[in-house]
């Protein structure tokens, strides 16, 4: 891997060549950058080339075989996320000092919690919204893990995540137990089954999770038979809707398919477990207002759902 070395110093101009880069990557390619930039693909092209040559080396192949990264623009894109969010954290930190709240939250949520009855990461955003109208909010969907590594590094501010390990470098701010048990769809021939009637569960193909569990979430999954897996909640719903697969799931989330006649708990007794959740932020990190602002609503709320 050759070594990354910038040509003198960093400058405004450098800091525009980057902005537009991250848009170029996110986008996947110059000419879906277009719109979101405003500006032409020659500008995009003729930026790109100045920012290869400040830095002296490719960034990206572009060309009739598609847009991709080298392995120097992995690693460029990767180092600019985390200067423009220093940048903006200064930003932040400087406007702590005036009594208004401006600047960026930038939080990390894993998916599938907007269906909890009782959803404090809305209502906390709305109350900051509400007191701040400046501040930007963006929310970045993603695995425990990658929410963790976001924090640690500084590119999120907060964390909503399962509480799998205690990492020495995170505050943990608890807010809720998610309740899970296990479902089949209507396609299911369990779904016709009273509970009397179904046996044994390990008898029935089911899905399993392929992301981090406790200890105790994972004895519940190694009960069943596992002859598929998922990286997220919502593609253990997709299989169990296939009528050939049963798997847990949160209440929450299930909830809109039994309404609907869908799905049902099977033996929810005897199945089910409960997943707490916490607030992560960055231990020893300075807090900023609109952080510490979003924390205090966030934690405040009444833990009863």
């Known amino acids: 891997m050759s070594k990354i070395k910038l040509k003198g110093q960093l400058s405004d101009i450098d800091l525009r060549l980057l902005r537009i880069y991250k848009v170029v990557v996110e986008s996947g390619g110059f000419s879906a950058a277009e ?3 405003n500006i ?5 092209s003729i930026a790109m080339s ?3 040559s400040r830095l002296g080396f490719r960034l990206c192949q572009r060309g009739r075989s598609g847009f991709s990264l080298t392995e120097e623009g992995e690693q460029i894109y990767h180092y ?6 220093s940048i903006e954290d200064f930003r932040t930190q400087v406007n702590t000092l005036h009594t208004q709240l401006k600047g960026e939250l930038n939080i990390g949520i894993t998916d599938n919690l907007v269906t909890m009855p009782h959803m404090r990461i809305t209502n906390a955003l709305s109350a900051l919204k509400t007191q701040g109208p400046d501040v930007t909010i963006n929310i970045r969907m993603a695995p425990p893990n990658e929410i963790e590594l976001g924090i640690l590094d500084g590119r999120l501010h907060i ?5 799998l390990r205690a990492l020495a470098g995170l505050e943990y701010f608890p807010l809720y137990q998610e309740e899970s048990q296990l479902y089949c769809s209507n396609e299911h021939p369990l779904f016709a089954m009273t509970d009397n009637n179904i046996g044994k569960i390990s008898l029935w193909d089911a899905v399993v999770p392929a992301y981090a569990q406790t200890p105790e979430i994972k004895a519940c999954h190694q ?3 596992s002859t598929a897996t ?4 919502e593609g253990i719903a997709f299989l169990i809707l296939t009528g050939r697969y049963i798997g847990y799931l949160p209440a929450h989330l299930a909830a809109q398919w039994v309404q609907a006649g869908r799905m049902r708990a099977l033996l929810p007794e005897q199945y089910h477990y409960s997943t707490q959740f916490s607030a992560i932020s960055r231990k020893g990190a300075r807090s900023n207002l609109v952080q510490q602002t979003f924390l205090e609503y966030l934690t405040s709320e009444p833990a009863s759902l």
């Open 35 to 37: 719109v979101d930039l």
């Open 40 to 44: 032409s693909r020659a500008a995009i």
């Open 50 to 52: 100045d920012l290869e």
């Open 159 to 163: 964390g909503i995540v399962p509480d």
């Open 230 to 233: 998922a990286t997220d909640r």
């Open 80 to 85: 600019t996320l985390q200067l423009l969010s």
């Open 223 to 225: 009960q069943l038979t």
